[in-house]
């Protein structure tokens, strides 16, 4: 496993080592000795999500004000543009954004930890996302700040297609609007 630090450095962008042959491949795509090693952190899962959405749905940008969420996510099929935003008052990166793109292809995972908004957006004709998150989903927590913020000023790569929203996702804060964290 490589671990590589993204433009924002507690976003983590996850390679793993991938063993392929003709009968096809193998890898691991979570263990938890490499994890602290390579990264400092003793993470604990505590729910498995996964979700699969058609092309140019859009879900976000999400997160927990209270029993803040980190996620280690990944794509097992399909591609998505995946994003964090930091939500984090105290940081040097506070409203800052870092994407990755995600595939069942390149197999890569993206350490989204707590104090950090979550989206994507499916760039395939439908993309399964598997979520590993380290507290629960707690719905009376949770926020959502607009996909299409000025303030953030995501880079998504929509070439011209409108995104398809959940009524949740049309219903947001604007960056300015949304609580954030310490």
């Known amino acids: 496993m490589k671990v590589i630090k993204t433009t924002i450095p507690e976003v983590l962008l996850v390679e793993p080592a991938v063993f392929e042959d003709a009968r096809g491949f193998f890898f691991e795509s979570y263990n938890a000795n490499q994890w602290k090693e390579l990264t400092g952190l003793e993470t604990v899962f ?26 280690l996510v990944r794509v097992v099929a399909g591609e998505v543009f995946d994003v964090a935003v930091d939500l984090r008052q105290s940081s040097p990166t506070f409203g800052q954004w870092v994407g990755e793109r995600l595939s069942a ?78």
């Open 105 to 182: 292809e390149n197999k890569k995972s993206l350490w989204v930890p707590e104090g950090f908004g979550h989206g994507f957006f499916v760039l395939s004709d439908y993309a399964e996302f598997l979520y590993q998150a380290t507290e629960f989903y707690a719905p009376e927590h949770e926020r959502c700040i607009r996909w299409d913020d000025p303030e953030i000023a995501i880079d998504w790569p929509l070439d011209g297609e409108e995104p398809l929203l959940s009524k949740k996702d049309s219903k947001r804060n604007a960056f300015s609007e949304a609580e954030y964290y310490e």
């Open 46 to 71: 505590v729910q498995g999500n996964h979700s699969r959405s058609a092309k140019n749905v859009l879900r976000g940008i999400h997160y927990q004000i209270k029993k803040s969420q980190g996620k």
